[in-house]
């Protein structure tokens, strides 16, 4: 059964912590995207891989992280430093990055303690 | 810079009547146009999609219509039907062979359909 995972559903943080998000695929995507949605709004990208050992930084990637070390598997690392990450957070991959198609996990909403 | 405005923000249909929701954008290079349906709490869902050499595309009760020299596509679903009631994006993109990769959404329509 092909797709994107992401895990988990629900991540809580508390203050000054770390926390990563985990996003996989198994369609054999070269692109993979890490996308925030904030309520009644659009989605603002963070980072995209275009291939692996590779990243690049999205429109609001102060404060978070990535890593690409293998083609299926592009974890979100959200640091002490990102101030507001309430959030939902979606993940998505292409076959590649000439603006094809993206498919979407189910995401990942992250709460605040 | 660069951005897609879409309109609009909510909006609110009788079953079996029509929708339209409509997207302007404003990078000259975006060459794919992608619809996507997000249902509470879900990720987006691509539902129908339309390249810059294309004016029109339809898929059952669903098209989409773009045009280039306005900048701006449009989505139309016919006989709505309750299940369709969920929030829908556009999007506008753009691949590093024209100048670097972007795809850029709009802020979504909430759409409601009752029975």
């Known amino acids: 059964d092909g797709g994107i995972t992401q895990s988990p559903k629900y991540l809580f943080r508390k203050e000054g912590q770390n926390v990563t998000l985990s996003c996989e695929q198994n369609?054999?995507?070269?692109?993979m995207y890490w996308y925030r949605q904030d309520p009644g709004q659009g989605l603002r990208l963070i980072y995209y891989s275009q291939i692996v050992n590779d990243f690049q930084k999205g429109d609001i990637a102060e404060g978070y992280s990535v890593s690409r070390e293998k083609k299926e598997s592009f974890p979100l690392t959200v640091t002490s430093a990102q101030k507001n990450p309430t959030a939902f957070y979606l993940c998505a991959s292409s076959v590649n990055d000439r603006g094809e198609t993206q498919y979407f996990g189910p995401g990942t909403r992250l709460l605040v303690l | 810079g660069e951005n897609v405005e879409q309109h609009p923000s909510t909006l609110s249909v009788q079953e079996g009547d029509s929708a339209v929701i409509k997207c302007t954008y404003s990078?000259?290079?975006?060459?794919?146009f992608p619809w996507y349906k997000q249902e509470l709490g879900k990720g987006p869902q691509l539902i129908i999609d339309i390249r810059s050499n294309v004016g029109e595309k339809k898929d059952q009760r669903i098209a989409v219509t773009l045009n280039k020299t306005a900048k701006h596509f449009s989505l139309h679903i016919t006989e709505t039907q309750p299940e369709d009631s969920a929030v829908y994006f556009c999007a506008a993109s753009r691949g590093p062979v024209t100048g670097g990769f972007k795809t850029i959404f709009g802020a979504g329509t909430r759409l409601f359909v009752k029975a």
């Open positions: 990078d000259s290079a975006s060459n794919y």
């Open positions: 369609l054999n995507h070269d692109a």
